[in-house]
């Protein structure tokens, strides 16, 4: 969902060691300790955001310009690229019922899986062609705020009352609700406040904010994600977060143990972000990286934003940060890798152009966050070869293009090949800052990648820092990628993913919840 933001304050990190030069590998990190969470620690996996604003529109007779094929369709007759992309996950609309036109944010009926996207079957069939290809689904499951089936709260399928609603929330206080006469005691007892979060939790004044310390709420929540795992979902993009405290995230994600897990919080505020994943986490007796490795991720706004003001203003000295990478992706707050658990990207449906019914820009959206050209080029070269969970948006891959298209993907390929992950070492190099360019050296599991963007091979290329052995994987307007291997083989081409099982029977809440789940 969009929020309003204000201009971020990066927290001040501690300033990097001089980075390696040399050829040689450096060790591989040691082995983790056994995870106590199913999300990897060093995730070198790549996101793909498998649909844009307008995608509710595709197959709508209101909107032939989208042509007859609902988004479901759209999207299966994708899989094949999707996974020649050698993207891992994608993240798919709000898979329930939320009208009869409707982008999926005001969900309406929780048990219901026909929507403004395509069919329920159309759904499943979708899931199941991801999982032959070895693509994890990952629903948008939004779940701090509820619209009522024709009116503020009459909710069905499943039914809630009064209860289910916040006291805060305005249906108790707007004469148009019908609401404002319910008793006290009928009004939910929220958690309006929380340890990680200045002020109050958000109030969203278009829908009903939900009661999560209400356990049939709770449970009517898992029940859903459970249906949710039964037609194929491997994982949870949770809406606007920063509505209900993050410990009801730990307890959805300890009982229906998602793959990925990965949340919006409020977009200008990261160091509330780095309180909510910690909040998040299903180990919560965990000390330090120990009780990260079982928290939620969480995108990484801040990243975002330094990116595209320093790659659309060329100001390319402005990547350097705090050596580290701006936003969650550089933060070492607390001695911790945050790195871990950013998801990072360049666009998403919420902050780009987007239009209105009739076509013309939403207001807020007039303008791409990167042109398609060079920008978005560079926007990229530097997400997919550094440190975090790489995001890359949907039009940028399926509608911009085919050479964009072929970029982003040599990209990924030069990532993978080199083991480039989350947790991944960043070594800039301030050679080519001084040049006033932007220059990095990633470690990957596998080898070494090396990233230029800005300026060209004369401004700085590998050797310029006395590294060798390596060969070109990716190159475009004002940006190259490099990488170096053991044995310094020609370019290769990362391994096309094993499919995964097709969803298992729908499993019933356990007869005991975690103490996560209780209040």
């Known amino acids: 969902m969009n929020v309003s933001h204000s201009s971020m304050a990066l927290v001040a990190l501690a300033a990097l060691a001089p980075p390696m030069f040399g050829a040689a590998l450096r060790a591989s990190p040691a082995a983790a300790a056994p995870n106590p969470s199913p999300y990897p620690w060093n995730d070198g996996r790549v996101l793909l955001q498998g649909f844009y604003w307008e995608s509710y529109r595709h197959g709508q007779a209101r909107f032939p310009q989208f042509g007859q094929k609902p988004w479901y369709e759209v999207v299966r007759s994708k899989v094949p690229a999707i996974a020649a992309g050698r993207f891992d996950l994608i993240w798919l609309p709000p898979p329930i019922y939320a009208g009869e036109l409707s982008a999926g944010y005001n969900p309406k009926q929780y048990f219901r899986f026909d929507n403004s996207y395509g069919s329920k079957a159309q759904q499943q069939q979708l ?81 009903r904010d939900i009661n999560h310390g209400d356990p049939t709420v709770r449970n009517d929540i898992l029940r859903y994600l459970l249906k949710l795992k039964a037609l194929g979902y491997r994982g949870w993009r949770y809406d606007m977060v920063h509505g209900y405290d993050a410990r009801w995230v730990g307890c959805y994600n300890a009982v229906t143990q998602p793959t990925f897990a990965v949340g919006e919080y409020d977009w200008d505020k990261q160091g509330e972000m780095r309180g909510w994943i910690w909040g998040t986490a299903t180990q919560p007796a965990g000390k330090g990286a120990d009780h990260l490795r079982s928290s939620s991720y969480a995108f990484d706004f801040p990243s975002f934003f330094r990116l595209k003001e320093a790659i659309t203003a060329s100001r390319y000295g402005d990547l350097y940060a705090f050596n580290f990478g701006p936003g969650l992706m550089g933060d070492t707050t607390d001695g911790l890798p945050w790195k871990q658990r950013a998801v990072t990207f360049a666009e998403n449906h919420d902050t780009g152009y987007r239009t209105n019914d009739d076509g013309t820009s939403q207001k807020g959206h007039p303008f791409d966050s990167f042109a398609n050209n060079w920008q978005v080029e560079q926007a990229y070269a530097y997400l997919l070869s550094h440190p975090g969970v790489p995001s890359v948006y949907w039009k940028h891959y399926f509608e911009w293009g085919a050479e964009l298209q072929r970029k982003i993907q040599a990209l990924i390929n030069a990532r993978k090949v080199a083991g480039v992950h989350a947790g991944s070492a960043l070594y800039v190099q301030q050679n080519a800052r001084q040049t006033g360019i932007y220059a990095a050296a990633v470690q990957g599991s596998q080898g070494m990648l090396y990233v230029r963007i800005g300026g060209n091979d004369g401004n700085w290329q590998p050797s310029s820092s006395g590294y060798s052995n390596v060969r070109e994987y990716a190159q475009g307007q004002g940006w190259k990628v490099w990488v170096g291997l053991p044995g310094n083989p020609s370019v290769r081409s990362a391994p096309p993913a094993a499919a995964l099982a097709p969803p298992s029977a729908e499993q019933g809440l356990p007869t005991k919840l975690p103490a996560l789940c209780r209040r």
Request: proline residues 6%; negative net charge.
């Open 127 to 207: 899931l199941r062609a991801l999982l032959a290809k070895g693509v994890e689904p990952i629903a948008d499951v939004v779940i701090n705020h509820r619209d009522g089936s024709h009116g503020w709260a009459d909710f069905q399928n499943p039914a809630w009352g009064t209860q289910a609603i916040c006291a805060s929330d305005e249906a108790f206080t707007n004469p148009a609700s019908g609401l404002t006469r319910t008793p006290a005691a009928q009004r939910g007892t929220c958690e309006d406040r929380v340890p990680y979060r200045a002020g109050r939790t958000f109030n969203y004044e278009s829908f």
